[in-house]
């Protein structure tokens, strides 16, 4: 096909160009599943064609544990890790996702218990920005606010708030920014709650009793309808959307849902985890209504990584097994199997192909989705146990392990 | 001359006032609260003091820690910027370290630094820190001197080891530590008395089951609540007539088997009470280790509950503070249990110990010897 703006006038290539350039300068990954909370890199990203050793463009190593995602604002990568003998010294890190030098660190010191399930970890939770300020979560409900150059703008001790919000195999609910309002979800047995909080101050804006039973799951946006910016809180009794700044419950659609994997959004429809995949017409969902279900797909169980988005299919993940099925009905198109067993981390998407990493092998592997099954094209094996969700930003993916945080391609 | 004597006042009030305004800070800062209360002041007063570059701004600052936990990790990470412009002195830091009425936290972050800076300084403390009060700073040191037991069974002396092995157990405080010492010990012969050790609270009275039944019994103020009378007979679960038991464990981490004691049972609650011997007022930590619904009280007072099934459990998994007066104190635990059918839901148990602050054992002055056999009977008459 050969070059494909090659036969626009000069000054046309010169605007995509700088169009192009201003995109990629702008392309940051901000929350867990990046910036839309949906596992999608901005429009025009490619994941690299192929992946061997040379891909990987850095590697460094990490003094503590952590399952959390790295989010990256222009070209600052922040990451948070726990360590010590209970997890109680806390870490955020500023690298450089140029060369992978450090920026800075700051440390802090658990308030809230750290026990966790051997398994995870206490810096399970992702941090999250909004291009000027970092939000740092732990397991431990310490919750921490700084610029990006690593000043305190404010410290929250959830847990000496809240003092039954734990879980004892560990939390890992991510924070979501949505507009000026940090929503957290701490969703255990005991005292059960979400939270929005003044971005700025890291005061309460609103705080609303849960359902007691735990919880993992991530909120999302649902964007904004009828003059209100909604947030879907998934638990296990469903999905509850609330007005982002009040906290109150705009509808409930109470039929039940995972308590691990979380739903995704895409023009009006919410894809919940729920009684497999249920698609909600969030457009046509009244205040105070049971909110309209457009299709069910009892199959679709995702087992840990949360579902992911093509143009016309969504994909889920159970084991090392994707499914994928018809954005418009639900009903499946195929099932394939991933390279090297189990997947824990959440599949992210950009042009039109997925990034898994397996757990036990830590394969980085690039799948086609968009034919009669899916096709791995491209993997890397990086020999370390992996249950993060690959983050992404101006053609690198980035991924961390207990010991380790790499980037790969770009 | 004027002048001069004009511009070194000025500087000293220059710097009078610095450090006036970095006691305002640190004040500012000190009296946040919960819910975010006094964050907005909170932050300004911590870019002011981040902004100082004096070492003495960062042990003052480093003073204030231990005030107000919500306040820590604001005055900590500041006090970091502060010294990553301007290392402090290795003397000032191992003063600080030494002085033991700085704050646990503050003296963690203090050794941390020593050792990055002068690691050789540091480990000349280990001797003097190994039974120092701060948790963090004594499993350092205690590490140190695992490491050099484990280097001598190593090289083939065992006598060394063994002995290094013994001072190292005396004084480490972390259970993963004690359990590796332990280990070694025993593989040496030498039989450590674990329950002793921690301090595990062995001999208890326990009765039930009572009802749990859609996890009311939680909520559900059953006699033992009101009153332990361990001569009584209440109506448990079923209606049926129960009475209070003599609970003795072997188990080397004090644990609390009220399957052995009821049976397998589910949606049911349990009571369990001891009588601990305090020499002394004291404040003290009730270590608290269980993966079902529980709450304590301590002398009838409620200290803290959760409710909470099959999430995990470990030693010193809750950490209780309360005061023991001088003379018998009593110990009650609800543990309950729930509906879950699943294997990893069976336990229905606890394990709890008395330290002080830095996890020391103390020991009742009435504590018997360790238990050799789980012993689970009725009381007799002159015990009820």
């Known amino acids: 096909m050969g070059d494909p703006i090659g036969t626009l006038p000069l000054i046309l290539k010169a605007i995509l160009v700088a169009l192009v350039s201003v995109g990629v300068a702008h392309a940051d990954w901000r929350q867990f599943r990046g910036s839309g909370v949906d596992g999608q890199a901005p429009a025009g990203s490619v994941f690299p064609s192929s992946l061997d050793d040379s891909s990987i463009q850095w590697k460094v190593d990490l003094p503590g544990r952590g399952l959390s995602s790295p989010v990256i604002v222009g070209e600052k990568l922040f990451l948070t890790a726990g360590s010590g003998p209970s997890q109680a010294r806390l870490h955020v890190f500023c690298f450089s996702t140029e060369d992978g030098s450090q920026i800075w660190e700051r440390q802090f010191f658990a308030t809230g218990r750290t026990m966790t399930h051997e398994k995870t970890s206490n810096a399970a939770p992702s941090p999250c920005t909004d291009g000027e300020r970092v939000y740092a979560l732990w397991s431990s409900n310490d919750l921490v606010c700084l610029d990006l150059d690593g000043n305190v703008q404010w410290i929250r001790g959830l847990m000496v708030d809240y003092p039954n919000a734990s879980n004892s195999l560990g939390l890992a609910t991510s924070p979501i920014l949505v507009g000026d309002i940090l929503v957290v979800q701490i969703e255990v047995d005991s005292q059960s709650i979400a939270v929005g909080i003044d971005k700025v101050t890291g005061t309460n804006l609103w705080k609303v009793e849960r359902e007691k039973k735990a919880n993992w799951s991530t909120p999302v946006p649902l964007g904004e309808h009828g003059g209100k910016q909604l947030v879907a809180l998934q638990g296990s009794a469903g999905v509850t959307a609330v007005d982002a700044a009040t906290g109150e419950t705009v509808w409930t659609h109470g039929e039940g849902a995972s308590t691990i994997p979380s739903g995704v959004y895409r023009d009006g429809v919410f894809y919940a985890v729920s009684n497999g995949i249920t698609a909600i017409d969030v457009v046509n969902s009244a205040p105070g209504e049971t909110p309209k279900v457009l299709w069910e797909a009892s199959t679709m169980r995702p087992k840990t990584p949360s579902p992911i988005l093509l143009d016309d299919r969504i994909v889920i993940v159970a084991g090392d097994v994707f499914t994928c099925a018809s954005l418009e009905d639900g009903e499946r198109l195929w099932k394939s199997r991933g390279e090297g067993g189990t997947i824990t981390g959440s599949v992210i998407a950009a042009g039109n192909r997925l990034c898994a990493v397996s757990e036990r092998e830590g394969i980085v592997q690039i799948i086609d989705p968009t034919g009669d099954e899916g096709k791995v094209t491209a993997k890397l094996k990086l020999g370390d146990l992996i249950q993060c969700t690959p983050a992404y930003a101006d053609g690198a993916i980035y991924v961390r392990s207990d010991k380790m945080l790499w980037k790969i391609g770009g | ?384």
């Open chain 2, 1 to 384: 001359m004027k002048r001069i004597l004009l511009i070194l006042s000025a500087a000293a009030l220059g710097l009078a006032g610095a450090k006036a305004d970095l006691a305002g800070d640190i004040e500012t800062i000190l009296t946040i609260g919960g819910e975010g209360a006094g964050n907005e002041a909170a932050s300004k007063a911590w870019q002011a003091i981040a902004d100082a570059t004096e070492e003495a701004a960062f042990f003052e600052v480093l003073q204030a820690v231990g005030k107000n936990n919500l306040a820590d990790n604001w005055l900590l990470s500041a006090a970091s910027v502060v010294a990553e412009k301007n290392a402090p002195d290795v003397e000032a830091l191992k003063t600080f370290l030494l002085e033991t009425s700085n704050a646990p936290l503050a003296r963690e972050m203090v050794l941390d630094l020593l050792r990055s800076t002068d690691g050789e300084a540091a480990t000349k403390l280990f001797a003097q820190l190994r039974n120092d009060p701060a948790e963090p700073v004594r499993r350092v040191a205690v590490q140190f001197y695992i490491d050099e037991a484990t280097r001598s069974e190593e090289a083939g002396q065992k006598n060394v080891a063994a002995e290094q092995y013994r001072e190292a157990l005396q004084a480490a405080r972390d259970a993963d530590q004690i359990k590796t010492i332990s280990a070694k010990l025993e593989e040496f012969g030498e039989k450590v008395d674990l329950p002793k050790q921690f301090g595990f609270l062995m001999r208890w009275k326990t009765i039930g089951p009572f009802d749990n039944l859609g996890r009311a019994g939680f909520d559900t103020v059953f006699p033992p609540e009101e009153r332990v009378a361990l001569d009584a007979t209440h109506i448990g679960k079923d209606d049926a007539e129960i009475q209070w038991k003599e609970f003795e464990t072997a188990n080397p981490f004090g644990m609390v088997d009220f399957n052995k004691a009821y049976g397998m049972l589910k949606e049911v609650t349990a009571y369990a009470y001891t009588e601990f011997d305090s020499a002394e007022d004291q404040e003290v930590e009730i270590r608290l280790g269980c993966k079902n619904a529980w709450k304590v009280w301590v002398n009838g007072e409620l200290v803290f509950g959760r409710d909470e099934y099959h999430r995990g459990m470990r030693i010193d998994q809750y950490r209780l503070k309360a005061n023991f007066k001088k003379g018998l104190n009593t110990i009650l635990i609800k543990c309950c249990q729930n509906e879950q059918k699943e294997r990893w839901t069976v336990e229905w148990q606890f394990q709890m110990r008395v330290t002080d602050h830095t996890g020391t054992a103390i020991l009742a002055t009435n504590r018997g010897p360790t238990p050799e056999t789980d012993k689970v009977a009725d009381l007799k008459p002159n015990e009820a």
